[in-house]
């Protein structure tokens, strides 16, 4: 009986150790170039309102339309699939890069009380 317990507080042990996050590392190159935005959710109900909605990223910069202010641009970290804007005078925003292939970005943030959800499709070049 005494061997049984040994054998069930191995396998927990186990189970319990493998539920560490295995988020894979996304480049910072792939997240670079313009963004527009396809479907975005605020507190997990679509809305429209950010259809027209776009995310610029360059090597140092951070651009976005979705700004109440109109175009914002700013420098930004990314660290650990995190875009962190750097405000001098405002809070710092940051998106938490979900997933990133050559021609989709999915982000999230909090601006406020709302959270949001961004599914962006990278905008095609016309060379």
């Known amino acids: 009986m ?5 054998i069930c507080i ?3 042990s186990t189970i319990f150790s493998c539920k560490t996050d295995n988020t894979e590392p996304i ?3 792939s997240i670079q170039g313009k963004w527009l935005i396809e479907e975005a959710f605020r507190n997990n109900r679509k809305t429209d309102l950010l ?4 995310f610029e990223i360059t090597d140092s910069t951070f651009s976005t339309n979705i700004n109440p202010q109109g175009i914002k641009t700013s420098r930004y970290t990314y660290i650990d ?8 005078e405002e809070e710092h925003t940051v998106y938490n890069v979900e997933y990133a292939t050559e021609d989709t ?3 999230n ?3 406020g009380h709302f959270d949001f959800k961004f ?7 016309d060379k």
């Open 105 to 107: 970005l999915r982000m």
């Open 81 to 88: 699939n995190k875009i962190t804007i750097r405000e001098e």
């Open 51 to 54: 259809r027209n909605g776009y």
């Open 119 to 125: 599914m962006t499709v990278k905008e095609k070049d």
């Open 109 to 111: 943030t909090s601006f």
């Open 10 to 12: 191995v396998i927990i």
């Open 27 to 29: 480049l910072v190159e």
């Open 2 to 6: 005494r061997g049984y317990y040994i």
